[in-house]
């Protein structure tokens, strides 16, 4: 598992780059950057620039969402839980879509290092 050293307050924390993903997330959240909730994101797919799906998302939302995003080229994470995913974020959602390219390039750049 790869760990990243984070600098806060002065002081060096060591986290799994799966923790470093959902810190961004977060970050993300606060932003402004994210819609939620499997209807919002449907409505917002072509927009999106990529999404994130909990382990434990319904089959048939998994189905709608994983057709619209291969439809329309847009990256879905399965990697998470609904409790990992609603935590980073604040709210309890099971369905996350990045709608600004920077923090979506930023996430994928982390979760291809290990997460």
């Known amino acids: 598992m790869l760990m990243l050293t984070i600098r806060k307050h002065g002081k060096s924390y060591l986290v799994t780059s799966k923790q470093a993903v959902l810190n961004l997330l977060g970050l993300a959240q606060r ?4 819609v ?3 209807d919002l ?4 797919i072509k927009q999106a620039k990529l999404i994130f799906m909990a382990a434990e ?5 998994a189905s709608k969402l ?3 995003a291969t439809a329309y080229s847009v990256p879905l994470i399965k990697i998470f ?17 990045v709608m600004d390219a920077g923090f979506a390039k930023a996430l994928l750049k982390k979760i291809n290092q290990g997460a």
């Open 31 to 34: 932003a402004g950057r994210l």
């Open 36 to 38: 939620s909730g499997t």
């Open 41 to 44: 994101v449907l409505g917002q």
């Open 57 to 61: 998302t319904s089959s048939n939302a």
């Open 66 to 68: 994983t057709q619209a």
């Open 81 to 97: 839980t609904e409790q990992e995913l609603s935590q980073a974020i604040g709210r309890q959602r099971k369905i996350v879509a």
